[in-house]
């Protein structure tokens, strides 16, 4: 028998549909304005503010409210921790695909 079908360290956090949106948009632009990802990801408003405070208690996002000029504007922002995570999270499905006897 080859090696363990060990899918204990896909991460639950990032493994979410619009979560794993999320993770996968902010590795690639960094910071992303809340109606950009909203938009990209084609998500109701209050769906990605919940999925979104999952990944800040998480410490993979932070999340910042400010002005441009009179509008009020929300960024999303991946953290070091984030990166790590996604990048633990991208291994560990590969390794789960690469075992997979149907790929």
Known sequence: ???RFDIGKIDDVIHGRLRLGV???LANAEVA???ELKS???V???NLSVQ???LEEAAYVTIEKGFLGRKP???VRITPTGRKAFAAYLDALSKVIGQNPAA
């Open 1 to 3: 028998m080859g090696p």
């Open 23 to 25: 993770m996968a948009y």
């Open 33 to 35: 304005d809340f109606n």
């Open 40 to 42: 990209v990801l084609d």
């Open 44 to 46: 109701t408003q209050g």
């Open 52 to 54: 979104l405070r999952k």
């Open 73 to 75: 504007r929300t960024q």
